[in-house]
Protein backbone atom coordinates (compact mmCIF):
# COMPACT_ATOMS: atom_id res chain seq x y z
CA UNK A 1 0.00 0.00 0.00
CA UNK A 2 1.25 3.50 -0.74
CA UNK A 3 0.57 5.60 2.03
CA UNK A 4 2.03 8.67 0.85
CA UNK A 5 -0.92 9.82 -0.57
CA UNK A 6 1.29 11.28 -3.68
CA UNK A 7 4.46 8.84 -4.91
CA UNK A 8 7.14 7.55 -3.14
CA UNK A 9 10.56 8.99 -3.34
CA UNK A 10 12.52 8.15 -6.32
CA UNK A 11 15.22 6.26 -4.22
CA UNK A 12 15.78 2.61 -3.84
CA UNK A 13 17.57 0.98 -0.50
CA UNK A 14 20.47 -1.83 -1.36
CA UNK A 15 21.66 -1.38 1.88
CA UNK A 16 23.30 0.26 4.22
CA UNK A 17 26.71 0.39 6.78
CA UNK A 18 26.49 2.03 10.41
CA UNK A 19 24.68 5.70 9.86
CA UNK A 20 25.40 5.48 5.70
CA UNK A 21 22.53 4.18 3.66
CA UNK A 22 23.83 3.13 -0.10
CA UNK A 23 20.86 4.28 -2.33
CA UNK A 24 19.84 4.36 -6.16
CA UNK A 25 17.64 5.87 -8.06
CA UNK A 26 14.55 4.38 -9.24
CA UNK A 27 14.79 5.50 -12.94
CA UNK A 28 18.18 4.50 -13.01
CA UNK A 29 18.08 1.18 -15.02
CA UNK A 30 22.02 0.49 -14.06
CA UNK A 31 21.35 0.70 -10.00
CA UNK A 32 24.30 3.09 -9.59
CA UNK A 33 24.53 3.19 -6.34
CA UNK A 34 25.52 6.47 -3.93
CA UNK A 35 25.40 7.22 -0.39
CA UNK A 36 23.34 9.21 2.10
CA UNK A 37 24.23 9.74 5.91
CA UNK A 38 20.90 8.71 7.36
CA UNK A 39 19.40 11.60 9.47
CA UNK A 40 16.06 10.14 9.87
CA UNK A 41 17.40 6.59 11.95
CA UNK A 42 14.19 4.87 10.12
CA UNK A 43 11.45 7.04 11.89
CA UNK A 44 13.89 7.32 14.63
CA UNK A 45 14.15 4.11 15.93
CA UNK A 46 17.53 2.91 14.74
CA UNK A 47 19.66 4.49 17.33
CA UNK A 48 22.92 2.04 16.76
CA UNK A 49 22.66 2.54 12.69
CA UNK A 50 22.81 -0.77 10.44
CA UNK A 51 24.65 -3.65 11.08
CA UNK A 52 26.13 -3.11 14.51
CA UNK A 53 28.53 -5.43 15.64
CA UNK A 54 26.41 -5.46 19.08
CA UNK A 55 23.10 -6.56 17.03
CA UNK A 56 25.39 -9.10 15.66
CA UNK A 57 26.20 -10.73 18.70
CA UNK A 58 23.20 -10.19 20.49
CA UNK A 59 20.86 -11.75 18.14
CA UNK A 60 21.56 -15.42 18.04
CA UNK A 61 22.29 -14.64 21.97
CA UNK A 62 18.46 -14.02 21.74
CA UNK A 63 17.11 -16.56 20.01
CA UNK A 64 18.71 -19.30 22.20
CA UNK A 65 16.80 -17.17 24.68
CA UNK A 66 13.32 -19.11 23.58
CA UNK A 67 9.44 -17.73 22.70
CA UNK A 68 7.72 -18.46 26.47
CA UNK A 69 4.68 -16.69 26.99
CA UNK A 70 4.10 -14.36 29.72
CA UNK A 71 2.26 -17.18 31.36
CA UNK A 72 5.03 -18.46 32.72
CA UNK A 73 8.11 -16.93 34.39
CA UNK A 74 10.88 -16.55 32.19
CA UNK A 75 14.63 -16.13 32.95
CA UNK A 76 15.96 -13.44 30.28
CA UNK A 77 12.40 -11.31 31.50
CA UNK A 78 13.62 -11.29 34.43
CA UNK A 79 16.73 -10.70 34.17
CA UNK A 80 15.51 -7.38 31.94
CA UNK A 81 13.11 -6.65 34.37
CA UNK A 82 15.74 -6.78 37.18
CA UNK A 83 18.18 -4.75 35.47
CA UNK A 84 16.05 -2.05 34.43
CA UNK A 85 13.32 -1.88 37.22
CA UNK A 86 14.92 -3.86 40.01
CA UNK A 87 15.85 -2.56 43.37
CA UNK A 88 19.13 -1.15 41.87
CA UNK A 89 17.94 -0.92 38.09
CA UNK A 90 18.91 1.62 35.48
CA UNK A 91 15.50 3.06 35.33
CA UNK A 92 14.62 2.72 39.15
CA UNK A 93 14.98 6.53 39.70
CA UNK A 94 12.36 7.31 36.62
CA UNK A 95 10.51 4.63 37.98
CA UNK A 96 11.08 3.46 41.93
CA UNK A 97 11.02 -0.26 42.61
CA UNK A 98 7.74 -1.22 43.53
CA UNK A 99 5.39 1.47 41.97
CA UNK A 100 5.03 0.42 38.68
CA UNK A 101 4.59 -2.72 36.59
CA UNK A 102 5.73 -2.93 33.28
CA UNK A 103 4.22 -4.87 29.77
CA UNK A 104 5.42 -5.14 26.54
CA UNK A 105 3.51 -4.71 22.84
CA UNK A 106 4.58 -4.82 19.37
CA UNK A 107 5.07 -1.03 18.48
CA UNK A 108 4.77 2.68 19.50
CA UNK A 109 0.58 2.88 18.61
CA UNK A 110 -0.17 -0.58 20.49
CA UNK A 111 1.70 0.77 23.44
CA UNK A 112 -0.68 4.29 23.51
CA UNK A 113 -3.66 1.72 23.00
CA UNK A 114 -2.22 0.24 26.19
CA UNK A 115 -2.18 2.71 27.95
CA UNK A 116 -5.58 4.32 26.73
CA UNK A 117 -7.02 0.84 28.04
CA UNK A 118 -5.51 1.17 31.74
CA UNK A 119 -6.77 4.88 32.09
CA UNK A 120 -10.75 3.07 30.69
CA UNK A 121 -10.09 0.61 33.11
CA UNK A 122 -9.15 2.85 35.98
CA UNK A 123 -12.21 4.81 35.38
CA UNK A 124 -14.71 1.30 35.30
CA UNK A 125 -15.41 -1.09 38.32
CA UNK A 126 -15.18 -4.63 36.16
CA UNK A 127 -16.01 -6.77 39.32
CA UNK A 128 -19.54 -3.96 40.00
CA UNK A 129 -19.86 -3.37 36.39
CA UNK A 130 -19.96 0.53 36.69
CA UNK A 131 -18.12 3.51 36.94
CA UNK A 132 -15.70 4.03 40.00
CA UNK A 133 -17.07 6.90 42.54
CA UNK A 134 -13.98 8.71 42.37
CA UNK A 135 -13.91 9.12 38.38
CA UNK A 136 -17.73 9.77 37.91
CA UNK A 137 -17.88 12.74 36.11
CA UNK A 138 -14.51 12.21 34.63
CA UNK A 139 -14.80 12.18 30.45
CA UNK A 140 -11.89 13.88 29.04
CA UNK A 141 -8.63 13.13 28.25
CA UNK A 142 -6.34 16.77 27.55
CA UNK A 143 -4.07 16.01 24.48
CA UNK A 144 -1.90 18.80 22.74
CA UNK A 145 -2.51 20.07 18.97
CA UNK A 146 -0.23 18.53 16.22
CA UNK A 147 0.54 15.28 18.88
CA UNK A 148 0.88 12.17 16.98
CA UNK A 149 0.25 9.21 18.98
CA UNK A 150 -0.04 6.19 16.43
CA UNK A 151 -2.76 5.25 13.55
CA UNK A 152 -4.55 2.66 15.52
CA UNK A 153 -8.14 2.93 16.10
CA UNK A 154 -7.71 3.62 19.77
CA UNK A 155 -5.35 6.49 19.12
CA UNK A 156 -6.71 8.36 15.95
CA UNK A 157 -9.23 10.51 18.11
CA UNK A 158 -6.31 11.77 20.47
CA UNK A 159 -4.90 13.65 17.20
CA UNK A 160 -6.50 16.57 16.17
CA UNK A 161 -5.15 17.21 12.88
CA UNK A 162 -7.82 16.90 10.39
CA UNK A 163 -6.20 15.08 7.73
CA UNK A 164 -5.81 12.29 10.26
CA UNK A 165 -9.16 11.99 11.16
CA UNK A 166 -11.42 12.79 8.94
CA UNK A 167 -13.96 10.32 7.49
CA UNK A 168 -12.74 7.93 10.79
CA UNK A 169 -14.39 10.14 13.42
CA UNK A 170 -17.79 11.27 12.79
CA UNK A 171 -17.54 13.86 14.85
CA UNK A 172 -14.59 15.62 17.01
CA UNK A 173 -16.33 14.46 20.47
CA UNK A 174 -16.32 11.05 19.60
CA UNK A 175 -13.33 9.20 21.33
CA UNK A 176 -12.52 5.74 22.28
CA UNK A 177 -14.03 4.82 25.46
CA UNK A 178 -16.72 6.84 25.33
CA UNK A 179 -14.55 9.54 26.32
CA UNK A 180 -13.68 12.90 25.13
CA UNK A 181 -10.35 14.53 23.82
CA UNK A 182 -9.95 18.06 24.41
CA UNK A 183 -6.82 19.89 22.63
CA UNK A 184 -4.69 22.69 23.68
CA UNK A 185 -1.09 24.19 21.98
CA UNK A 186 1.47 22.66 23.39
CA UNK A 187 4.41 24.30 25.62
CA UNK A 188 1.74 27.51 26.29
CA UNK A 189 1.19 28.08 30.60
CA UNK A 190 -1.57 30.33 29.88
CA UNK A 191 -3.57 27.70 28.16
CA UNK A 192 -2.54 24.75 30.45
CA UNK A 193 -3.90 27.02 33.41
CA UNK A 194 -7.14 27.99 31.77
CA UNK A 195 -7.54 24.30 30.89
CA UNK A 196 -7.39 23.13 34.34
CA UNK A 197 -9.31 26.60 36.13
CA UNK A 198 -12.32 25.49 33.49
CA UNK A 199 -12.02 21.84 33.28
CA UNK A 200 -9.66 20.30 36.23
CA UNK A 201 -13.06 18.44 37.32
CA UNK A 202 -13.52 16.58 33.95
CA UNK A 203 -10.47 15.45 33.48
CA UNK A 204 -9.39 11.73 33.37
CA UNK A 205 -6.25 11.81 31.69
CA UNK A 206 -3.35 14.41 29.80
CA UNK A 207 -1.40 12.44 27.47
CA UNK A 208 1.84 14.25 26.38
CA UNK A 209 4.90 14.02 24.22
CA UNK A 210 7.73 15.81 26.36
CA UNK A 211 8.83 17.13 23.27
CA UNK A 212 6.60 17.10 20.09
CA UNK A 213 7.84 15.21 17.18
CA UNK A 214 5.46 14.82 14.31
CA UNK A 215 4.44 18.88 15.40
CA UNK A 216 7.44 20.18 14.23
CA UNK A 217 9.93 19.39 16.76
CA UNK A 218 8.31 21.48 19.43
CA UNK A 219 10.37 21.99 22.79
CA UNK A 220 8.49 23.13 25.57
CA UNK A 221 9.38 26.25 27.93
CA UNK A 222 11.57 25.44 31.02
CA UNK A 223 9.26 24.35 33.76
CA UNK A 224 6.29 23.32 31.67
CA UNK A 225 6.45 19.74 31.94
CA UNK A 226 6.90 20.16 35.74
CA UNK A 227 3.54 22.41 35.79
CA UNK A 228 1.84 19.81 33.80
CA UNK A 229 2.52 17.05 36.29
CA UNK A 230 1.90 19.03 38.90
CA UNK A 231 -1.44 20.48 37.79
CA UNK A 232 -2.46 16.86 36.67
CA UNK A 233 -2.45 15.66 39.95
CA UNK A 234 -3.73 18.46 42.11
CA UNK A 235 -7.12 18.02 39.34
CA UNK A 236 -6.69 13.86 40.50
CA UNK A 237 -5.97 13.24 36.68
CA UNK A 238 -3.47 10.49 35.66
CA UNK A 239 -0.60 11.65 33.16
CA UNK A 240 0.62 9.72 30.32
CA UNK A 241 3.80 10.73 28.74
CA UNK A 242 3.93 9.56 25.40
CA UNK A 243 7.97 8.85 24.69
CA UNK A 244 8.33 6.83 22.30
CA UNK A 245 9.83 9.23 20.10
CA UNK A 246 11.60 10.65 22.75
CA UNK A 247 13.06 7.36 24.50
CA UNK A 248 17.13 7.57 24.93
CA UNK A 249 17.34 10.69 22.12
CA UNK A 250 17.69 13.56 24.35
CA UNK A 251 20.35 13.39 26.32
CA UNK A 252 18.60 11.37 28.58
CA UNK A 253 16.72 7.44 28.34
CA UNK A 254 13.84 9.89 29.48
CA UNK A 255 12.38 13.45 28.59
CA UNK A 256 9.73 14.04 31.28
CA UNK A 257 12.63 15.18 33.57
CA UNK A 258 14.13 18.71 34.68
CA UNK A 259 16.97 19.93 36.82
CA UNK A 260 15.07 18.79 39.95
CA UNK A 261 15.06 15.30 38.28
CA UNK A 262 12.75 12.87 37.55
CA UNK A 263 9.18 14.15 36.54
CA UNK A 264 6.62 11.57 37.60
CA UNK A 265 4.23 10.39 35.42
CA UNK A 266 1.59 7.72 36.12
CA UNK A 267 1.84 5.78 32.82
CA UNK A 268 4.95 6.39 30.43
CA UNK A 269 5.10 4.46 27.17
CA UNK A 270 8.70 3.95 25.20
CA UNK A 271 9.24 2.27 21.65
CA UNK A 272 11.40 3.07 18.48
CA UNK A 273 14.74 2.82 19.66
CA UNK A 274 13.91 0.58 22.24
CA UNK A 275 14.01 -1.90 19.52
CA UNK A 276 18.03 -0.68 18.32
CA UNK A 277 16.40 -0.79 14.94
CA UNK A 278 16.45 -4.53 14.26
CA UNK A 279 12.77 -5.07 15.89
CA UNK A 280 9.69 -3.18 16.54
CA UNK A 281 8.82 -2.93 20.34
CA UNK A 282 7.24 -0.69 23.03
CA UNK A 283 6.68 -0.88 26.75
CA UNK A 284 4.04 0.53 28.54
CA UNK A 285 5.00 1.70 32.37
CA UNK A 286 2.09 1.69 34.26
CA UNK A 287 1.64 2.37 38.20
CA UNK A 288 1.09 -1.14 40.15
CA UNK A 289 -2.76 0.75 40.89
CA UNK A 290 -3.41 0.37 37.36
CA UNK A 291 -4.43 -2.66 35.67
CA UNK A 292 -6.64 -4.25 33.06
CA UNK A 293 -9.39 -6.67 33.54
CA UNK A 294 -8.14 -10.74 33.69
CA UNK A 295 -7.30 -11.29 30.53
CA UNK A 296 -8.11 -8.29 28.91
CA UNK A 297 -4.96 -7.38 27.28
CA UNK A 298 -3.46 -10.84 26.85
CA UNK A 299 -0.96 -10.43 23.97
CA UNK A 300 1.17 -12.63 21.95
CA UNK A 301 4.25 -10.50 21.77
CA UNK A 302 3.72 -9.14 25.77
CA UNK A 303 7.78 -9.34 26.39
CA UNK A 304 8.70 -12.29 24.85
CA UNK A 305 12.18 -13.57 25.90
CA UNK A 306 13.74 -12.58 22.36
CA UNK A 307 12.36 -8.23 22.64
CA UNK A 308 13.66 -8.86 26.28
CA UNK A 309 17.41 -9.77 25.58
CA UNK A 310 17.37 -7.37 22.77
CA UNK A 311 16.51 -4.35 24.53
CA UNK A 312 18.65 -5.23 27.54
CA UNK A 313 21.74 -6.11 25.86
CA UNK A 314 20.85 -2.69 23.49
CA UNK A 315 20.07 -0.30 26.53
CA UNK A 316 22.77 -1.58 28.77
CA UNK A 317 25.07 -0.56 25.46
CA UNK A 318 23.80 2.70 25.07
CA UNK A 319 24.29 3.35 29.04
CA UNK A 320 27.89 2.12 29.26
CA UNK A 321 29.12 3.62 26.21
CA UNK A 322 28.00 6.89 27.51
CA UNK A 323 25.81 7.60 24.12
CA UNK A 324 22.27 7.87 25.73
CA UNK A 325 24.85 10.85 27.29
CA UNK A 326 26.33 11.82 24.32
CA UNK A 327 23.50 12.45 22.44
CA UNK A 328 23.51 15.87 24.26
CA UNK A 329 27.18 17.32 22.93
CA UNK A 330 26.24 15.69 19.63
CA UNK A 331 22.97 17.66 19.55
CA UNK A 332 24.31 20.50 20.80
CA UNK A 333 26.92 20.29 17.60
CA UNK A 334 24.55 18.94 15.16
CA UNK A 335 22.32 22.31 16.06
CA UNK A 336 24.96 24.69 16.08
CA UNK A 337 26.10 23.61 12.44
CA UNK A 338 22.54 23.84 10.64
CA UNK A 339 21.94 27.18 12.28
CA UNK A 340 25.10 27.94 10.90
CA UNK A 341 25.40 26.26 8.09
CA UNK A 342 21.77 26.36 6.69
CA UNK A 343 19.40 28.86 8.46
CA UNK A 344 21.93 31.52 8.12
CA UNK A 345 23.25 30.70 4.72
CA UNK A 346 19.75 30.22 3.27
CA UNK A 347 17.52 32.27 5.23
CA UNK A 348 15.10 31.66 2.36
CA UNK A 349 14.40 27.99 2.73
CA UNK A 350 15.08 28.00 6.47
CA UNK A 351 13.06 29.33 9.31
CA UNK A 352 14.39 28.21 12.58
CA UNK A 353 16.73 24.96 14.04
CA UNK A 354 14.85 23.16 17.35
CA UNK A 355 15.50 20.38 19.25
CA UNK A 356 16.95 18.73 22.14
CA UNK A 357 19.63 16.32 22.41
CA UNK A 358 20.08 14.28 19.02
CA UNK A 359 16.20 14.84 17.81
CA UNK A 360 16.23 18.14 15.91
CA UNK A 361 14.06 20.21 13.64
CA UNK A 362 14.67 22.85 10.88
CA UNK A 363 11.23 24.50 9.90
CA UNK A 364 10.91 25.76 6.34
CA UNK A 365 9.66 28.94 5.40
CA UNK A 366 6.43 29.61 4.15
CA UNK A 367 7.66 30.40 0.55
CA UNK A 368 9.78 26.81 0.33
CA UNK A 369 6.56 25.04 2.71
CA UNK A 370 4.65 23.53 -0.82
CA UNK A 371 7.86 22.33 -2.42
CA UNK A 372 9.06 20.40 0.48
CA UNK A 373 8.90 17.05 -1.65
CA UNK A 374 11.20 18.57 -3.87
CA UNK A 375 13.72 19.95 -1.55
CA UNK A 376 14.12 16.81 0.44
CA UNK A 377 14.79 14.71 -3.14
CA UNK A 378 17.61 17.13 -3.79
CA UNK A 379 19.11 16.72 0.21
CA UNK A 380 18.77 13.02 -0.81
CA UNK A 381 20.26 13.25 -3.62
CA UNK A 382 23.42 15.05 -2.38
CA UNK A 383 23.70 12.46 0.63
CA UNK A 384 21.65 13.33 3.60
CA UNK A 385 18.30 11.40 4.27
CA UNK A 386 16.07 13.95 6.02
CA UNK A 387 11.97 12.85 7.25
CA UNK A 388 9.46 15.84 7.19
CA UNK A 389 6.84 16.41 10.11
CA UNK A 390 3.50 16.31 9.16
CA UNK A 391 1.75 17.20 12.14
CA UNK A 392 3.02 20.47 11.91
CA UNK A 393 0.60 23.30 11.05
CA UNK A 394 -2.36 25.87 12.61
CA UNK A 395 -2.29 25.93 16.75
CA UNK A 396 -4.65 27.98 18.69
CA UNK A 397 -4.32 30.78 21.10
CA UNK A 398 -3.16 32.99 18.28
CA UNK A 399 0.41 30.83 18.48
CA UNK A 400 2.19 31.53 15.31
CA UNK A 401 1.47 28.39 12.48
CA UNK A 402 4.29 26.05 12.42
CA UNK A 403 5.15 25.15 8.79
CA UNK A 404 6.68 21.88 7.16
CA UNK A 405 9.77 20.86 10.05
CA UNK A 406 12.78 18.51 8.45
CA UNK A 407 13.71 15.58 11.15
CA UNK A 408 17.41 15.48 12.09
CA UNK A 409 17.89 12.51 14.37
CA UNK A 410 20.46 10.48 13.52
CA UNK A 411 21.57 7.30 14.99
CA UNK A 412 22.67 7.71 18.22
CA UNK A 413 26.25 6.22 17.21
CA UNK A 414 26.87 9.20 14.79
CA UNK A 415 30.06 10.58 14.96
CA UNK A 416 31.11 14.38 15.09
CA UNK A 417 32.64 13.94 12.06
CA UNK A 418 29.47 12.29 9.97
CA UNK A 419 27.41 15.56 11.76
CA UNK A 420 30.03 17.77 9.68
CA UNK A 421 29.44 15.75 6.74
CA UNK A 422 25.76 15.24 7.17
CA UNK A 423 24.88 19.11 7.39
CA UNK A 424 27.67 19.73 4.41
CA UNK A 425 25.52 17.40 2.19
CA UNK A 426 22.44 19.51 3.28
CA UNK A 427 24.04 22.70 1.95
CA UNK A 428 24.86 21.34 -1.47
CA UNK A 429 21.38 19.64 -1.63
CA UNK A 430 20.01 23.05 -0.47
CA UNK A 431 21.60 24.98 -3.38
CA UNK A 432 20.69 22.51 -5.94
CA UNK A 433 17.14 23.16 -4.71
CA UNK A 434 17.93 26.32 -5.14
CA UNK A 435 19.31 26.01 -8.56
CA UNK A 436 22.86 27.80 -6.99
CA UNK A 437 26.03 25.70 -8.36
CA UNK A 438 27.34 25.21 -4.16
C1 LIG B 1 5.25 10.11 19.90
C2 LIG B 1 4.85 8.89 19.14
N1 LIG B 1 3.94 8.05 19.67
C3 LIG B 1 3.56 6.92 19.04
C4 LIG B 1 4.06 6.60 17.80
C5 LIG B 1 3.60 5.35 17.09
O1 LIG B 1 4.61 4.41 17.09
P1 LIG B 1 4.59 3.21 16.00
O2 LIG B 1 4.83 3.83 14.68
O3 LIG B 1 5.70 2.32 16.47
O4 LIG B 1 3.25 2.56 16.10
C6 LIG B 1 5.01 7.44 17.20
C7 LIG B 1 5.55 7.13 15.87
O5 LIG B 1 6.00 7.95 15.13
C8 LIG B 1 5.41 8.62 17.89
O6 LIG B 1 6.30 9.47 17.35
Not at 277 to 293: C, D, F, H, M
Not at 334 to 346: I, K, P, Q, T, W
Request: some cysteine; aromatic content about 8%.
Amino acid sequence: MNQYGGSRLPFRSVGAEGVTLRLAHTSDRHCETFEAIDASGGYASACLGANHSLMVETLPAALRCGYATDEVEDVSRQEFLEAFFGVDGLWTEHFPFGRYHVAGRNSGSEGVELAMRLLAEARYDYRRQRLRDEFKGRDTILAFEGAWHGWTGGVVPLLNRRHYRVGLMPTPEAAAYGLRVAWIPFGDSAALREFFAQNGGRLLSVIVEPLQGDAGILCPPPKYLRELAGLTRSAGALLVADEVLTFAKTGRFFAMRDEAGPIPTDITVIGKSLGMGVISVSLVIARQELTIRPTGAVCTSDLRPFACGVMSAGCRFLHERGLVAAAHERGLLLRGLLEERLVARFPEVYAEVRGLGLLNGVELTAEVAPRVTDLRTKLIAAGVYVEVMSGAGRRSGGLRYIYPTLRFAPPLVITEDEIHRLVESAVVGTAFFLGERS
